[in-house]
């Protein structure tokens, strides 16, 4: 398996614009979740969703944030409008059964707003 | 919910010489016990896991990690450490017996010198 897959891994835009995020998660994964990296918060869990619903989203920031999981193996992390202080590393993981089994994560998504 | 203290942001060690990166949690009736490691620039990837039985666990490339439940510790070391291990080291805790989503520390990083 190529492990949980994210695009773009880079990511410029201006302040106002509209950015997916995009996830594949592990084949045969019941869970994913998605994860931002900042030096200031360290790693904060945004939403998991689990059989393709979303479980809590007690984390996403704002409602400017939103994610969805059409189906089993592709999620999306959408900002709209960015802004500045979104810039971060937007993390993807999935996990199988029972989550003391532990997560695979992705590369991550490095976003930057201008 | 859980919380996780992870004492040193930054640990540097010369190339070959033993490390120990410290992880304290709050106490609980049971825990499930975990240390990820991020390489630059990639995502965290699991390198061991402790959930019953020996307290001595024993992880990837050489690190372990001993669960004392008296002092609410899960500290990583390895006896001899190479420039490939500098990287961030992440605690995380989860609550035991069920499916429940860990909580993770702000991070530990590992520079080895030459």
């Known amino acids: 398996d190529a492990g949980v897959i994210q695009s773009p891994r880079h990511e410029v835009t201006e302040m106002g614009q509209e950015v997916t995020l995009r996830c594949k998660p592990i084949?045969?994964?019941?869970?994913l979740f998605w994860y931002r990296q900042t030096m200031m918060r360290g790693l904060e869990l945004l939403i998991y969703?689990?059989?393709?619903?979303?479980?809590?989203d007690s984390g996403m920031p704002e409602d400017r944030f939103s994610a969805k999981m059409p189906n089993a193996s592709f999620s999306t992390l959408k900002i709209q409008p960015s802004e500045p202080r979104d810039s971060a590393v937007y993390f993807c993981?999935?996990?199988?059964?029972?989550?003391?089994?532990?997560?695979?994560f992705g590369s991550g998504t490095r976003l930057t707003v201008v | 919910a859980q919380s996780v203290t992870q004492l040193d942001s930054q640990v540097p060690v010369f190339e070959e010489a033993p490390v120990e990166l410290r992880c304290n949690y709050s106490?609980?009736?049971?825990?499930?016990l975990f240390w990820y490691v991020q390489y630059p620039n990639q995502g965290l990837q699991l390198l061991l896991k402790?959930?019953?039985?020996?307290?001595l666990v024993k992880g990837i490339n050489g690190f372990e990690a001993e669960f004392n439940k008296s002092q609410t510790s899960f500290h990583l070391r390895k006896p001899s450490v190479h420039i490939s291990d500098t990287a961030e080291y992440f605690c995380?805790?989860?609550?035991?017996?069920?499916?429940?989503?860990?909580?993770f520390g702000r991070g530990t990083s590992l520079i080895v010198h030459p």
């Open positions: 969703f689990n059989n393709n619903v979303p479980i809590d």
């Open positions: 995380a805790v989860s609550k035991g017996g069920g499916s429940y989503i860990p909580t």
């Open positions: 402790y959930l019953s039985g020996s307290t």
């Open positions: 106490s609980s009736v049971s825990v499930y």
């Open positions: 084949s045969g994964h019941d869970y």
């Open positions: 993981a999935s996990s199988f059964g029972y989550l003391h089994y532990g997560y695979t």
